[in-house]
């Protein structure tokens, strides 16, 4: 899920007040993080704030996020120089004066860096220095092609480009209208040459070599093909019909192999994406076809699926260049069309669904890759709190929000929504995995294999949909945190709820865990309706532990409101408790301890004071001796 390197999402830092107005006008417009120094920008205005400059931003550079930086130019230069090592897979780096009235793309112009600054332009009505000479007097990038061409050997442009700037001139072969419309210097008898071919031809240093995307590769495979078999049925094709692979745009299939994993490991082993038509396109392709069958039509709907599929991907002007090829288990076909083609409107994607846990809602505590995924997602689905908690996470995307309650309506929701190809976030508060909807995903899954559709109510197409779940900070350790450690040593979790399971059961695992001097983090702890579950559980403990068992009462965790208390076991009681509060019960070895500032902080021992060696265990020993020894 991870964006590549240099093209990852941007995010705009800003370090002062006088740059929060840019910061806020060219985040939103371009649809991005904001991230602000905490020592000098309010609270409250950006997604997240930091404190060390220096450090954060060569995290941001590291991650290949691009940065937009509203700071003085030369101290990001200073602070990015030590991450420096090969502009072809570094992001862009953008600076602009507080004001936004002076932009220049200070590294990766050739790699997006030029067109961020001129939409960054754009906003802010802002002058754009662009200082690549390429561009400037050729109105070109010769290592930065646009979208549908691929360069061959980019480790040969600068130089090219360079001889381009001293008066050499280049011949053009094949046809690009990027290239037609430039400024270049052409001559039809220049020894420089630029070639546009979907073959593979020879690069060199005076040979620049661009592959455009006009190739559909078609797939079809049985249940469980080998990934492997079907990449080398692949690489066999190109290499006897000498095409280049670069010049594949996508892999293509039936529908119904929407979550077949051999066509999803020869597209990640092209890098392009895979998609997906359904049987009555295909069918409409019959007439084209040089391989129809009649069994394939009984089987699946359609007369054909490698070669349909690559037709229907190369378009009505498109033309079948590689008939049908069977290997074990897969055959595969490809299709030219006569413009690069765009994946993004062929078929549909496999559908995804990413079921993530934000934590307790503060923007802090989300994770970059919950934030990553948030990002990618076309579509968020949640309880309307939840949904809320996201602020800017959730600008332009397309809300599903639902009450509390609700949740197996919630998580088919998103499962079908997911299955028209659109990728959707679940969102869950704290973990997905812990008392979340994660669980109810797989749950929903299982029980649609083995029931007809009508009965579980998920349609076979929700059923190949790609998840993914992406961990947050649970209730629990937020609370934990808050308090000290008081889950230093071993502990479980119970949630008190009898909704979904019997109060009976709840009871016994209560005393189990009480027997077994766990700590104990209760999760429900109370409700509107339920008011005795929490006192039960109290009494139960209590026959097992010491009345002063430190009990840690953690409310509105990381947001607005947050409350974090600590009480002996004895005085719990449910009227300190509601239903945004986790309740963590010590076991009979949780201790207080009170710093300096006179806080007191909770926390179990994990037994470092018995370890051998340990200055603890000598002081332990030399107290024991000592009361001893008096009368």
């Known amino acids: 899920m991870m964006a590549e390197a240099g093209r ?8 002062t007040p006088d740059g929060l107005e840019s910061g806020l006008r060219i985040a939103a417009a371009l649809d991005c993080e904001l991230h602000a120094a905490r020592a000098r920008v309010p609270d409250g205005f950006a997604d997240r704030m930091f404190g060390d400059v220096a450090a954060h931003l ?6 290949g996020r691009a940065i937009v930086a509203v700071m ?26 507080p004001d936004g009235a002076d932009i220049v793309p200070l590294l990766g ?19 754009v220095a662009i200082t690549t000479a390429g561009d400037n007097r050729f109105a070109v990038a010769l290592d930065e092609p646009p979208a549908g061409y691929r360069l061959a050997n980019p480790h040969h442009a600068k130089a090219f480009m360079a001889r381009l700037l001293s008066g050499a001139s280049l011949r053009l072969e094949g046809e690009a209208p990027w290239l037609s419309r430039s400024r270049l210097p052409f001559d039809g008898t220049a020894d ?9 031809i020879e690069a060199h240093a005076r040979r620049l070599v661009y592959h455009p995307s006009t190739l559909a590769l078609g797939l079809g495979a049985e249940r469980h093909a080998d990934g492997q078999d079907a990449i080398a049925l692949v690489e066999r094709i190109l290499a006897e019909k000498r095409l280049a692979r670069q010049s594949i745009a996508c892999v293509v299939s039936l529908d119904l192999k929407a979550d077949e994993a051999a066509v999803h490991a020869v597209a990640d082993h092209l890098a392009v994406p895979a998609r997906f038509f359904d049987a009555a396109r295909l069918e409409r392709e019959t007439p084209r076809l040089r391989n129809p069958s009649d069994r394939v039509f009984a ?24 008939e049908k090829t069977k290997g074990k288990r897969v055959t595969a076909a490809l299709a030219r069309a006569p413009v690069p083609i765009d994946p993004d409107k062929v078929g549909h994607a496999r559908g995804q669904l990413l079921v993530v846990g934000i934590g307790p809602g503060s923007a802090s505590w989300c994770s970059p890759e919950v934030s990553q995924m948030i990002g990618e997602a076309s579509d968020l689905v949640g309880y309307s709190l939840y949904l809320d908690l996201l602020g800017s996470l959730a600008a332009d995307k397309i809300r599903h929000d639902f009450d509390l309650g609700h949740e197996e309506a919630r998580v088919r929701h998103a499962m079908e929504l997911a299955a ?28 649609a294999r083995s029931k007809r559709e009508t009965e579980i109510g998920l349609s076979d197409a929700a059923r190949r949909i790609a998840i993914a779940v992406a961990p947050g900070i649970s209730a629990l350790q937020a609370a934990a945190a808050r308090a000290g450690a008081p889950l230093g040593h071993d502990f479980c979790t119970i949630s008190l709820s009898d909704l979904l399971t019997p109060w009976p059961v709840i009871e016994a695992r209560v005393r189990a865990a009480a027997e077994a001097d766990f700590v104990i983090a209760f999760y429900n702890p109370v409700s509107q309706r339920r008011r005795v579950q929490l006192a039960h559980a109290r009494d139960i403990l209590l026959h097992n532990r010491p009345a002063d068992t430190p009990v840690v009462l953690a409310s509105n965790l990381g947001r607005k409101g947050e409350r974090v208390r600590l009480c002996r076991l004895a005085d719990l009681r449910v009227e300190d408790v509601d239903m945004l509060t986790v309740v963590i019960v010590g076991s009979s070895m949780t201790r207080l301890v009170s710093t300096g500032d006179g806080r007191q902080w909770a926390y179990t ?13 000598a002081s332990t020993e030399e107290t024991t001796l000592l009361q001893m020894r008096k009368p």
């Open 605 to 617: 021992p994990r037994g470092y004071a018995g370890k051998t060696g340990s200055a603890m265990a």
């Open 72 to 97: 003085a130019a030369g101290a990001l230069v200073r602070i990015l120089a030590p991450c420096l090592s090969d502009k072809r897979s570094e992001p862009p780096v953008v600076v602009l004066s």
């Open 58 to 63: 060569r995290m941001l550079f590291a991650a």
């Open 8 to 15: 990852g999402a941007p995010v705009v830092v800003i370090l």
């Open 299 to 322: 089987e699946v709907g359609c007369h054909g699926v490698a070669e349909a599929a690559a037709l229907a991907a190369a378009g009505r002007d498109g033309a079948l260049i590689v």
């Open 109 to 127: 112009g050739h790699h997006g860096g030029n067109d961020l600054a001129r939409r960054i332009g754009e906003i802010t009505n802002g002058h």
């Open 420 to 447: 028209t190809g659109r990728t959707v976030a679940l969102v869950c508060s704290g973990d997905a995995g812990i008392y979340a909807m994660a669980t109810l995903v797989f749950e929903l899954l299982d029980k």
């Open 192 to 200: 420089q040459v630029v070639v546009v071919s979907d073959e593979v």
